[in-house]
């Protein structure tokens, strides 16, 4: 079964097969983060600044990686790149088990930061070219809801199984990825689309503004994520962990229940209403004196960032050519990364000098920004 712009059916099987093997591969991934600070510390001796390192390398690959994989997934084939993924995040759990040193498990995290690239910007191409054109924006935004899924999953059996032993924990980190290859070898056909011909530059105009505004809106979920808990403590309003989980909640809610409107209403207008509800959220957080209060800013911004994202792809894919969708969002989701590597220490900075509060006003701004460049970016008349 194939998709149809006309009726708007979708291809059910190839679907579960790209969003299982999404889910199982970022499982996989997410497994060994709550294990991997305690072991850094206890079978290496090492502090801090090797734990970070550690946990973050994933990220660094995966930011230089995405746009390549996106241009061979157009070149050569969605499943073939995401199962390639799927895979190497399968080695990286095995390795895991090896005593290779603190350097040799940098390198692991290196390589499962390779497979997550390839995995994540494969199926996200895969899911564009099945979907509907008029559910194109909704399908992206689920796609995201099975990896936040995904690492939400593989956080909490991590945190779980550590109790059984480590070797519980790597055993995941390999089993899960693998089950997610096979999901994905069985998936339906892949849509027969044109290949790509000509350049094979990796930062596509399609995706430039959209990405920068995608890398802005990451300082408030960067902020959020990482000192809401101690700032309500140290306000005497504590639940802090509530908080965040109201926001996870309301993120996959919003997509799940609404998450049609980048298609029904249009991507440019819904992205400036959401970076708009985002920088609201974290202004009515910033200044929020009971919980009760901060649970309502989180609920405004949780629904702003929820849809900014698809709405920021629904651009990038109607400007960019059918043939190089993999490339353009490639090139899109790398700004993600490099948001969280900038905001990671810029709030840090942040905090340390000017407090909680001002980490929140910082990441208003900014998705305030992200809300005028989404006004600001031209659509193309057709998606081709």
């Not at 970070?52 to 995405?66: D, E, F, N, P």
Request: aromatic content about 8%; proline content about 5%.
């Amino acid at each position: 079964m194939t998709a149809s712009p006309e009726t708007g059916t979708l291809p059910r099987l190839a679907l579960t097969g790209v969003f299982g093997g999404l889910f199982c591969g970022y499982l996989g991934l997410s497994a060994a983060i709550p294990v991997l600070p305690d072991h850094v510390r206890d079978r290496f001796g090492a502090g801090d600044l090797s734990v970070g390192l550690v946990v973050t390398a994933t990220a660094l690959t995966a930011l230089l990686t995405r746009p390549v994989f996106g241009g061979l997934a157009d070149r050569h084939g969605y499943r073939q790149v995401m199962r390639f993924g799927a895979l190497a995040i399968a080695v990286g759990g095995l390795l895991y088990f090896l005593p290779l040193g603190l350097a040799g498990l940098i390198v692991v995290r290196l390589l499962v930061g390779v497979g997550e690239a390839a995995l994540f910007v494969a199926g996200a191409a895969w899911t564009v070219t099945l979907a509907p054109h008029n559910r194109r924006g909704q399908l992206i935004g689920l796609y995201g809801v099975a990896m936040w899924g995904g690492i939400s999953a593989g956080t909490a059996l991590g945190a779980a199984l550590r109790h059984f032993g480590i070797g519980t924990v790597w055993a995941l980190c390999a089993v899960a990825p693998l089950a997610g290859l096979a999901l994905i070898t069985i998936a339906g056909p892949e849509p027969q689309i044109a290949r790509p011909t000509g350049g094979r530059g990796l930062m596509l105009k399609p995706a430039a503004l959209p990405g920068l505004a995608l890398a802005l809106a990451a300082a408030g979920y960067v902020g959020l994520a990482a000192f809401i808990i101690r700032d309500l403590q140290v306000r005497g309003i504590g639940s802090g962990a509530v908080v965040l989980a109201v926001f996870s909640a309301v993120y996959a809610g919003t997509r799940l229940v609404i998450g049609k409107l980048p298609d029904q209403l249009g991507p440019r207008r819904v992205g400036t209403w959401s970076g708009l509800g985002e920088a609201a959220g974290l202004l009515i957080v910033a200044w929020s004196p009971n919980l009760p209060v901060a649970v309502l800013g989180v609920v405004v911004m949780g629904v702003g960032f929820s849809l900014l994202h698809p709405s920021l792809a629904l651009m990038v894919m109607n400007n960019a050519e059918s043939s190089k969708q993999g490339a353009a969002l490639g090139a899109y989701t790398s700004f993600w990364d490099l948001g969280l590597f900038v905001w990671g220490p810029a709030t840090g900075a942040i905090a340390s000098g000017l407090g909680y509060p001002a980490v929140y006003l910082v990441g208003a701004g900014c998705a305030f920004t992200a809300a005028i460049m989404a006004y600001t970016i031209r659509q193309s008349a057709t998606t081709e």
